[in-house]
């Protein structure tokens, strides 16, 4: 395992080339200009008097600047004002939304280096993963701006008479969107579940994660740059039991993003109002390498899909199935390909993988890494934090011999850290795939890709990438995305990604003669449910439905 400075780390207080201590606060980030985005915080009064519990730079641990906290009158207060304007925004005209997108999109790749040091500042992330945020939301922009028309657009549809009945189904806003979205894609996930909400025609309220509060607020602040109009989308922060919860019982749909836990509670809390919800959840997400596979290139997406993001991905890997026949070979490649990731704590591409985000997700990994050791496993590679590096950096991990009563076997680690496994057959690589209660990502490595084809349709998920790790399918904009079972309702992207913004309203009207008998009366209804049976029968015998 390297680092970005030759295996040798700089101390905490060693400055860059240009003058920036690694991983101290950017430069350009001044007091004056967090002010500024700081206005876009929803706040009536005065907000909490409780004093909010530090947040911390990954990357140092130096705390992070303070945000206002809301109360629940703050949310009540930003939902009201969302709704009073999304009354005008459902009647602009679709292009003109779909201007501010695209014009949002150029200044978000206009102005892509602050959001990155942004991004990293708040997650401890490498750059290369805060990137993938950006080329993300971008893509989100573009394909909505130019594909909700057709998305959005009224159909004609078959009436009950053909002929007489004239029948168009319309796509009308939800009306104001919750997203509550969490701080491990800050940029992708706050900023690309409202994106397609606000082109349907809705207004959105987002809550901010306390650790990354500000890229979302830099983001709004962009948005109106674009030219969103202020109340469009408000900003509400603070602790996510209090501000999230009264989000929840203020708004017409939510967006949720996070542990499967909170996203019952989400659920729940929406069910009891008839509020519909989207929940993108956990996952413990398998990889299965065939025989045939190429083994090395297996190895580099089982790589890149389990240590993006330091692991720290409702997508990545976590474990690794792997042919029998193949695993010793597999198991080098794989090792060596770990081996050779570099960790690094700078505002640049030097590094392949970040530091995780906080105390807790360091704390969570190192549990299920030494319990797993503690019971028998054997570490591959990795398998210790890197306080040299920086506080909360932990080597990516490889595991071996993990066995079902360690809790790194079926528990969501969400950190960088991966279980090898040998099976025998493909129906046993399934079985073991479809292990436990979550559905969210696999992955299957074979050069024959209509056998991959056909594993893949038997794996319980909602998103089954063939010769990729996970990239193909998150990054395949015009198809859905999202979980079965404890991971989660509902999909981003896609028809999906924007029609669960809408409701769906039937306008039917009826020409020349009403639906039903001519006139009252016995022997009239009974002539009428004669002749109607008659064409029903007919229609089936002409095929026509």
Not at 223 to 241: K, N, Q, Y
Request: net charge negative; charged share 20%; proline share 6%.
């Amino acid at each position: 395992m390297t680092t970005e400075q030759d295996q040798t780390p700089a101390p905490p207080d060693e400055e860059t080339a240009d003058g920036e201590a690694f991983g101290a606060r950017p430069a350009w980030v001044t007091d004056e200009a967090i002010a500024r985005w700081c206005v876009w915080v929803s706040r009536e009064g005065e907000g909490s008097d409780a004093a909010p519990d530090p947040v911390l730079a990954p990357f140092d641990l130096t705390p992070l600047p303070a945000v206002p906290a809301c109360v629940p009158e703050d949310v009540e207060a930003a939902v009201a004002k969302a709704r009073a304007a999304q009354l005008a925004w459902a009647h602009t005209r679709l292009s003109r939304r779909a201007d501010v997108v695209l014009a949002f999109h150029d200044l978000l790749l206009e102005r892509q280096e602050q959001v990155l040091d942004l991004i990293q500042w708040e997650t401890g992330k490498a750059r290369y993963h805060a990137w993938q945020e950006v080329a993300q939301v971008a893509a989100i922009a573009r394909h909505y701006a130019r594909c909700a028309p057709r998305h959005l657009a009224a159909r004609r549809v078959r009436g009950m008479v053909p002929g007489l009945t004239k029948v168009r189904e319309e796509r009308v806003p939800k009306g104001v969107v919750g997203v509550i979205s969490p701080w491990n894609y800050p940029l992708y996930l706050g900023v690309g579940d409202a994106l397609p909400a606000l082109l349907a025609g809705n207004a959105v309220v987002s809550k901010a994660d306390e650790q990354t509060a500000l890229t979302l607020l830099w983001t709004r602040a962009l948005m109106a740059e674009a030219g969103l109009p202020a109340d469009l989308w408000r900003i509400v922060t603070g602790p996510g039991p209090v501000v999230g919860t009264a989000l929840v019982d203020a708004v017409d749909f939510v967006c949720f993003t996070g542990s499967t836990a909170t996203g019952r509670t989400v659920a729940e809390r929406a069910a009891r109002r008839l509020v519909g919800v989207s929940l993108e959840l956990g996952g413990k997400n398998p990889l299965i390498v065939r025989e045939d596979a190429d083994l090395a290139a297996a190895a580099a997406g089982a790589v890149v899909a389990a240590f993006a993001n330091t692991g720290q991905m409702c997508i990545h890997i976590e474990r690794v199935y792997v042919h029998e026949t193949v695993y010793d070979a597999f198991r080098t490649e794989l090792v060596r390909a770990t081996r050779d990731l570099s960790l690094g704590r700078s505002y640049d591409y030097t590094a392949d993988v970040g530091s995780l985000t906080s105390a807790a997700r360091l704390a969570a990994v190192a549990a299920h890494v030494d319990g797993a050791v503690a019971a028998g496993a054997t570490v591959l590679a990795g398998g210790r934090a890197r306080p040299d590096i920086g506080p909360l950096f932990y080597e990516p991990t490889v595991l071996e011999g993990v066995t079902d009563e360690m809790p790194v076997c079926a528990e969501e680690t969400f950190g960088p850290v991966l279980s090898l496994y040998p099976y025998g057959t493909d129906s046993e690589a399934v079985d073991l795939a479809n292990r436990g209660s979550y559905g969210l990502s696999a992955s299957v490595w074979s050069k024959d890709t209509r056998a991959a084809g056909r594993l893949a349709g038997r794996i319980r998920a909602g998103a089954v990438n063939v010769n990729d790790g996970a990239a193909a399918a998150a990054g395949s904009i015009e198809a859905g995305m999202g979980g079965m079972g404890d991971s989660g309702l509902g999909r981003r992207h896609g028809a999906e990604g924007i029609l669960k913004y809408t409701e769906s309203r039937t306008v039917a009207t009826q020409r020349l003669l009403p639906l039903g008998p001519p006139k009252p009366g016995p022997t009239a209804v009974q002539d009428f449910v004669r002749r109607t049976n008659s064409q029903l029968s007919l229609l089936r015998r002409l095929r026509v439905r």
